[in-house]
C-alpha cells in the first residue's frame, strides 16, 4: 500500500511504500533535512515536526518530552504507515528557489534474479542434477562390478545410456552403495563441455537429490564475491564479499601482472585470491550451517588478468604488444586442485574471455542482461577497475576495455570502501549553509563512502556551487565542512563524532581528481568506442549499467559528473554485479552455460589503445561533466541556473 507524505513548508508531495524510512522519502523528493549520522539516530539534526497523521518512531535520546508532545520526530527513526504532512524545521529550511531546482533523479536499484520467470521460460535446467538410484544388491548370482551396477541403474531409471564416470568417485563408491542399501543420489554433469556424454561426478549414500548446492564466484579486481546457490529449491541462499587478498600486490592489473614476473610472484598472487574465495565460502557455509560435500561445482566469472592469476596462468604476454592472453576459454578444472576447500568432485566452469582486457566478466554481463538476443541498440557498461564497455544487438556486438583504476569501488579514496554496512551511499548537500544530509547502507553509523556515495557526493557538490568544474573547491566560502587537509582542501562529509571510525569521514581534492580520471577514461571509452562503428549517442536505445555501485545509483548524478551520457533518463537499466549475476544464471540455465562461448565468439573487441583519438577525448573528459557542453546539454543548463 501506498502513503503520501507531504513536506511543507514547500507543498511536495511524495508517494511512498508502507514502512518507508521518512529520512529515505525525503531524500527521493528532493527535501533537504539536516542529517550527518548516515541515519543512525545519534546526531538529532534530522529533526522534522508531524503536523498530522501517524509515523512509528523510536524515540531515541535527542528529542525531549516537550518537544515529542510538540510534534518532533528524528526522521531517520520514523517509518511512515498513514499519509502525513511533515514540516522541516528552519535549521533544515532551504530558500524555496532551492527546493525548485533540486533535481532528486531517477535512483535505479539493481533486480535480483527473478527465479520463477526463469522457470516460466523454460530455462530453469541446472547442468549439474543429482538423480536417485535404487540399485538391486548384488548376489552370488548377480555379482556386477559395483560400477557396472551404477551405470545400469542409471540407464533402467533415467535413461542415461550412455555415461562417463570420474575417477575419484571409483574410491568412495564401495561405501556410498552399502550405507543405504544400495539407494544412492549420482550428481551428474550434463553440459558436455568436456565429455560427449552425461559425466557423473559423485555418488552419496541414500536421496540427498534436496541438498545440492553450488557456489557462483566473480573475483573482481578490487573485489570478490561469491554467492551460495541452493539448485535444488531454485534460490539464492546469501552472498559474501571481500576485498581481493591480492590488493597487497597491486591496486590494477597492469602492476599485478608486473608482479607475477618477479620471483614467486604468480604463485603468491594466485594463493591470496584462492584465500579471499575460501573465506568467503566458508563464511557462508558457516552461516547457512551447509557441509562442504553438499556442494556440486562451482561458476566463476573474472576478467582477463585476474582469471589467470586465479589459475596460476603467466598473465605476462597480456600487457606487451601485441596483448596476446594465454587462454581465453580455460578447460575445467578440479577447484581442489588449485587450493579451494571444497570436495575433489567440485570442477570450476569459467566464464570465457573475449582479449586480454574483455575479460569473462563482461561476457557473464552480456549474458544476464540479454542484450545478446535483443534487438534494440544496447549500451552496456561495466564500471569498475578495469572499466568495459559493450554496443550492440542480437545481430552484432562490439566491446572496449579502459583502466579507470579502482575509485569506483573505493580503491585510492581517502574514505572510500566497498558497499557494505555503513558506506555513505545517498548524499545531498544544503546549498545555503553546505551542511550535509547523508544515509548509510544498513541506516549505520557512517564508516565511509561507497561508489555510489561518491557520485552522489560529488553531483551535490556540484550543484552546491561548492565544487568548481576544474575539481576544485571555492575558496571563499565561509564554512567549518571546507577545509585545508592533508591532499589539498576537503570537505567535510561526517564528524568524528558522528561516525564509527573515530577521526572526520572527508572528500579531498585528491579523491576528487581520482574519481575525474576514472570517470574520464570510462567515457572517453564511449565515445572511442561509439565513434569506431559509426553511431552516436542518439542511436542508443538503451544503456545497461553494471558495477560495485552498492545498493543503487542515481542516474542523474552521475551524469551530472560526467560518468554517464545526458541520454532521457528512461533509457537506463541498472544490473548491479552483472559478472556475479551471469555466474548465477550459468549454474540454474544448461543452455547459458552451453551458449556462453558463442556470446564470446559474438563479441568484436576494440583496443583503445591503438585509437590514437583515445588519448585526446579522455583529456577532453577531465573537466567536470566534460569540455564539450554539447555532450551534456541538460546538465550545463541546470549547472547555469543553479549558479548564485
Same mark, same amino acid.
Not at 511512515?80 to 531517477?106: A, F, N, T
Not at 530453469?124 to 548370482?141: C, I, N, Q
Not at 552455460?593 to 583519438?613: C, I, K
Not at 561533466?625 to 554539447?630: F, I, Q, S
Given at each position: ?64 518530552? +516537550? ?24 535549521? @533544515?529550511?532551504? %530558500?524555496?528557489? @532551492?527546493?525548485?531546482?533540486? !533535481? ?73 552403495? *552399502? ?32 541438498? !545440492?548446492?553450488?557456489?557462483?564466484? %566473480? ?8 554467492? /551460495? ?17 591480492? /590488493?597487497?600486490?597491486? %591496486? ?33 557455509? !558457516? ?33 606487451? @604488444? ?11 578444472? *578440479? ?41 534494440? /541498440? ?12 559493450? &554496443? ?71 550543484? +552546491? ?15 567549518? *565542512? ?58 542508443? %536505445? ?12 542515481? &542516474? ?69 561533466? !566534460? ?18
Amino acid at each position: 500500500m501506498t502513503r503520501n507524505v507531504i513536506f511543507e513548508p514547500y507543498g511536495i508531495t511524495i508517494a511512498v511504500e508502507d514502512g518507508e524510512n521518512l529520512l529515505r522519502a525525503a531524500l527521493d523528493a528532493g527535501v533537504h533535512v539536516n542529517a550527518s549520522c548516515g541515519g543512525q539516530g545519534v546526531c538529532g539534526k534530522c529533526r522534522v515536526i508531524l503536523e498530522f497523521g501517524e509515523l512509528e518512531t523510536d524515540p531515541g535520546e535527542n528529542i525531549g518530552e +516537550s518537544d515529542w508532545n510538540a510534534g518532533y520526530r528524528n526522521a531517520c527513526r520514523s517509518r511512515v504507515y498513514s499519509d502525513v504532512v511533515v514540516r522541516i524545521p528552519p535549521e @533544515s529550511l532551504l %530558500d524555496r528557489r @532551492s527546493i525548485l531546482r533540486r !533535481h532528486p533523479g531517477i535512483a535505479l536499484r539493481p533486480s535480483p534474479i527473478d527465479f520463477k520467470a526463469i522457470k516460466a521460460a523454460g530455462l530453469y535446467s541446472p547442468a549439474f542434477e543429482k538423480r536417485l538410484v535404487e540399485l538391486t544388491p548384488p548376489t552370488l548370482m548377480n555379482n556386477l562390478c559395483d560400477m557396472s551396477r551404477l551405470e545400469a541403474g542409471l540407464a533402467r531409471r533415467h535413461g542415461l545410456d550412455a555415461v562417463t564416470l570420474d575417477f575419484y568417485l571409483t574410491r568412495a563408491l564401495s561405501r556410498a552403495l *552399502r550405507e543405504n542399501n544400495f539407494e544412492v543420489t549420482a550428481t551428474l554433469d550434463f553440459s558436455r563441455r568436456r565429455y560427449h556424454f552425461p559425466h557423473v561426478l559423485n555418488v552419496e549414500g541414500g536421496d540427498t537429490t534436496q541438498r !545440492h548446492l553450488a557456489f557462483a564466484v %566473480d573475483i573482481g579486481t578490487t573485489t570478490v564475491w561469491v554467492q /551460495l546457490i541452493d539448485i535444488a529449491a531454485g534460490e539464492v541462499l546469501g552472498h559474501a564479499a571481500d576485498y581481493n587478498g591480492q /590488493l597487497t600486490y597491486g %591496486d590494477d592489473v597492469i602492476t599485478r601482472i608486473m608482479y607475477s614476473q618477479k620471483e614467486q610472484g604468480l604463485k603468491r598472487l594466485q594463493e591470496a585470491v584462492v584465500a579471499t574465495i575460501n573465506r568467503l565460502m566458508h563464511q557462508l557455509l !558457516h552461516k547457512h550451517a551447509i557441509p562442504a560435500d553438499e556442494i556440486s561445482h562451482i561458476t566463476m566469472a573474472a576478467n582477463t588478468t585476474m582469471t589467470h592469476l586465479f589459475y596460476g596462468i603467466d598473465p605476462g604476454s597480456i600487457r606487451l @604488444s601485441p596483448y596476446v592472453p594465454t587462454v581465453c576459454n580455460v578447460p575445467l578444472v *578440479r577447484a581442489r586442485d588449485l587450493g579451494l576447500d571444497v570436495p575433489p568432485h567440485v570442477f570450476i566452469n569459467c566464464v570465457t574471455s573475449v582479449s586480454s582486457y574483455v575479460g569473462g566478466d563482461i561476457v557473464a554481463g552480456v549474458l544476464a542482461s540479454g542484450i545478446y538476443k535483443d534487438p534494440r /541498440l544496447t549500451l552496456y557498461i561495466d564500471l569498475g577497475t578495469n572499466g568495459e564497455i559493450v &554496443i550492440g544487438n542480437e545481430q552484432w556486438l562490439a566491446c572496449a576495455a579502459c583502466s579507470a583504476g579502482p575509485a569506483f569501488e573505493g580503491g585510492g579514496i581517502k574514505h572510500g570502501m566497498r558497499a557494505t554496512v555503513g558506506a555513505i551511499e545517498e548524499v545531498s548537500v544544503n546549498p545555503e549553509n553546505y551542511e550535509p544530509m547523508i544515509i548509510t547502507i544498513g541506516m549505520t553509523k557512517p564508516k565511509g563512502l561507497c561508489g555510489s556515495g561518491m557520485i552522489n557526493l560529488m553531483a551535490a557538490l556540484m550543484e +552546491s556551487s561548492l565544487l568548481e568544474p576544474n575539481g576544485r573547491f571555492r575558496t571563499d566560502l565561509n564554512t567549518p *565542512r571546507l577545509r585545508m587537509g592533508e591532499f589539498g582542501r576537503e570537505y567535510v562529509v561526517a564528524y568524528a563524532e558522528d561516525n564509527q571510525i573515530g577521526q572526520d569521514i572527508t572528500f579531498s581534492e585528491a579523491d576528487v581528481d581520482n574519481l575525474i580520471r576514472a570517470k574520464a577514461a570510462m567515457f572517453a571509452g564511449y565515445v572511442t568506442l561509439l565513434e569506431s562503428v559509426g553511431i552516436e549517442f542518439g542511436d542508443i %536505445d538503451q544503456v545497461i549499467l553494471a558495477g560495485g555501485f552498492g545498493n543503487f545509483i542515481n &542516474i542523474e548524478n552521475a551524469v551530472t559528473i560526467g560518468i554517464l551520457p545526458d541520454l532521457p533518463r528512461e533509457r537506463f537499466q541498472f544490473v548491479g554485479n552483472g559478472s556475479l549475476q551471469g555466474a548465477t544464471l550459468m549454474a540454474l540455465a544448461r543452455e547459458l552455460l552451453d551458449q556462453e562461448r558463442r556470446v564470446a565468439g559474438m563479441m568484436t573487441n576494440f583496443d583503445l589503445s591503438e585509437v590514437p583519438s583515445y588519448m585526446s577525448h579522455y583529456v577532453a573528459a577531465l573537466f567536470l561533466p !566534460h569540455t564539450k557542453a554539447e555532450f551534456f546539454p541538460t546538465v550545463t543548463e541546470r549547472l547555469r541556473m543553479q549558479k548564485p
